[in-house]
C-alpha cells in the first residue's frame, strides 16, 4: 500500500558530505513523523533523526551539529544532510514513516520502513 524509496547513499571520505532522500508513495492520507535510523555491523538498530508533521525535529547526541533533517510534504518526502561524516556513521541507513493510509479519509495508521541505502565512511 504504501512504499518509501531511499537514495544518496555511497562512499565518501572523512570529513565529507551525503544527503539522503526518502519518497513515499501509494495510498497516504497523511504522514505523521518521518525519520532516519541507522545500523552498522553488529550492532543495534538506533535512532539518527525523526521530523514531525509540523518540522520540529530531534537528533541523536552523536549526529548533533552534523547531520540535518527536514521533510518536503508536498512531495511527502524526507532528507538527511550529513556533513563532517565520520567513520562511525558508516552504516545502513532507513528511512521510517507513520502514514495514516486513505483515499477519501484516513483509514489506518502503518509504520512503514525503507528496504535501506549503505553509507561507507573511509579515512
Known amino acids: 500500500q504504501v512504499q518509501l524509496v531511499e537514495s544518496g547513499g555511497g562512499l565518501v571520505q572523512a570529513g565529507g558530505s551525503l544527503r539522503l532522500s526518502c519518497a513515499a508513495s501509494?495510498?497516504?492520507?497523511?504522514?505523521?513523523?518521518m525519520g532516519w535510523y541507522r545500523q552498522a555491523p553488529g550492532k543495534q538498530r538506533e535512532l539518527v533523526a525523526r521530523?514531525?508533521?509540523?518540522?520540529?525535529?530531534i537528533y541523536a547526541d552523536s549526529v548533533k551539529g552534523r547531520f540535518t533533517i527536514s521533510r518536503d510534504n508536498t512531495k511527502d518526502t524526507v532528507y538527511l544532510q550529513m556533513n563532517s561524516l565520520k567513520l562511525e556513521d558508516t552504516a545502513v541507513y532507513y528511512c521510517?514513516?507513520?502514514?495514516?493510509?486513505?483515499?477519501?479519509?484516513?483509514?489506518?495508521?502503518?509504520?512503514?520502513w525503507g528496504q535501506g541505502t549503505l553509507v561507507t565512511v573511509s579515512s
Open positions: 501509494g495510498s497516504i492520507f497523511s504522514i505523521n513523523a
Open positions: 521530523i514531525t508533521s509540523g518540522g520540529s525535529p
Open positions: 521510517r514513516a507513520d502514514v495514516v493510509v486513505g483515499k477519501l479519509g484516513p483509514e489506518m495508521g502503518l509504520e512503514v
